[in-house]
């Protein structure tokens, strides 16, 4: 019965460093998204710019107004699309990640399931998925769906 609860509360903790290394993980991902200069600040031009993207978003019908049924459908659909697509991608990135120097060594997928992900995710042919690299392999999944 001990070890039972021993492995109950261990699964929980891993569970909850998993959700928080994937909210880590998301975050880096805005931010550079946000970042259109790349200077790793973002400046006033920046948020605004994100802000005016935003309202296009949620502006549905694109009748220059957003109405709180579009700002719910959008926000529901952003949590979906975050669920599934980087929030999987995302750890899945960071558990293959082994040496953490944020790119993936073609080794790291070798030993792991999906070996031909690293070579389609190379554009360049350097041996290593870039973090660019891999956000465009995100947008092309997100293309698919």
Do not use: C, P, Y
């Not at 978003?57 to 659909?77: F, H, I, K, P």
């Not at 990135?93 to 060594?105: N, S």
């Amino acid at each position: 019965m001990r070890s039972s609860f021993r492995i109950l509360i261990a699964g929980g903790l891993v569970a909850f460093s998993v959700l928080a290394l994937a909210a880590d993980r998301l975050a880096d991902i805005a931010f550079t998204r946000l970042d259109a200069n790349g200077d790793g600040q973002l400046d006033a031009a920046e948020l605004k710019q994100a802000r005016a993207q935003r309202f296009e978003r949620l502006d549905v019908d694109g009748d220059g107004v957003v109405t709180a049924a579009e700002q719910a459908e959008a926000s529901n659909r952003m949590i979906r699309k975050a669920e599934t697509l980087e929030g999987a991608m995302a750890i899945r990135f960071e558990a293959l990640d082994t040496d953490g120097d944020g790119k993936l060594m073609r080794e790291e997928f070798v030993n792991t399931q999906g070996a031909g992900l690293a070579a389609r995710m190379d554009k360049d042919g350097d041996g290593k998925v870039s973090k660019a690299e891999f956000l465009t392999g995100i947008e092309a999944a997100r293309a698919i769906r």
